[in-house]
């Protein structure tokens, strides 16, 4: 029966999920029952796509990642793959009508992480909007449900939301990405001579992302809108732990948040929701 083996390729996509990011689980636990699954299908095929570009060292990423996307766009194209996660990911498309341009972008990126070691402006911004804001405007799709004159009030809310995302992991993984990958993400940045004055001109582009995206955060349809600010507390929190530490210990260490302040987030935000307060 095909409803089987979709049920299974959705659950491979929720593993992947829970076994890769125990964050960003924990917030889609906190959406509403319709809209998990399909979120956890986006985030499974954005997780095996950048894995390729960032772990699969002792293979040919360029062939992988091209034969992934390949697969990708052949799945959409039929309606179905053996690929579970890409199955998955395929019946998203279809059921919420998601641009497939949004799809280009982020397959541009991931080629771009396969070559580029530092970015200038453009290709920062590029890179930003194709591995992290376009996720951000596939997950919207789902939350507006349809709603196009909504999708597009919180377009821009979207893109930031995701653009923060993204560049506080920058700040969390120079030591793996500079050491391990070569890469400098953040244009004109030397991490030989990263200062505190340098540091927080980033943190400022961050904080600005922030600032955008919560405004956009509470107009969220009321499905999807607790979730949401749990993945914006958690990264959120994470940023300013990461504002405390100077630019010497990020190279040293990755800063991370325990779970136990994961959860301290996850109690204070429903109490707000009970008080009315967010």
Known sequence: MIALFNSVSNECSRITTKKYSTSFNAA??????????????????VRFADEIVDTFHSFDKKELLAGFKSETYFAIERGISLNPILNSFQSVIHQYHIDIALIDAFFESMEMDL??????????RQYIYGSAEVVGLMCLTIFCEGNKQQF????PAAMALGAAFQKVNFLRDIKADHEQLSRTYFPGVDFKNFTAEVKQQIEEDIEADFKKAYAGLLKLPIKARFGVYIAYKYYFSLFKKIKKYKPGILLQQRVRIPNYYKAYIVMSAGLRRQLNIF
């Open 28 to 45: 889609i636990k906190l959406l509403h029952a319709d809209l998990r699954t399909p979120i956890y299908n986006i985030y499974g095929f």
């Open 152 to 155: 597009e009030e919180l377009k």
């Open 115 to 124: 070559s580029n070691k530092t970015y200038d402006l453009q290709g920062y």
